[in-house]
């Protein structure tokens, strides 16, 4: 399996919004599950935001109301709109499955700055 590409991080003030990209190859998403992880130097990896194939979602409690997942399994790309965006949400954000996962790409970085 070939990793996920993620595009889309950036530099933006608190209050601003980004949106992030991801393909993977093939069915993996729609199979695994789509999944946005996100990690600081430091710290373990975390789910921020994940996507099932009967088209739940759940989320981490501090970028819940902020931050929204979507999916085409057709295209084999996931989505992260995240709004009202804080110093906190600085990482670098991945994505990859849920249920199963595969080599991690190289994410993509956002950073929130005052």
């Known amino acids: 399996q070939v990793q996920p590409v993620e595009s889309g991080g950036g530099l933006v003030q608190p209050g601003g919004s980004l949106r992030l990209s991801c393909i993977a190859s093939?069915?993996?998403?729609?199979?695994?599950?789509m999944g946005w992880y996100r990690q600081v130097p430091g710290k373990q990896r975390e789910l921020v935001a994940a996507l099932y194939s009967d088209r739940r979602t759940t989320y981490l409690d501090s970028v819940k109301g902020r931050f929204t997942i979507s999916g085409d399994n057709a295209k084999s790309t996931v989505y992260l709109q995240m709004n009202s965006l804080i110093p906190e949400d600085t990482a670098v954000y991945y994505c990859n499955g849920v249920l199963g996962r595969i080599a991690w790409g190289q994410g993509t970085q956002v950073t929130v700055y005052s």
């Open positions: 093939g069915r993996f998403f729609a199979i695994n599950g």
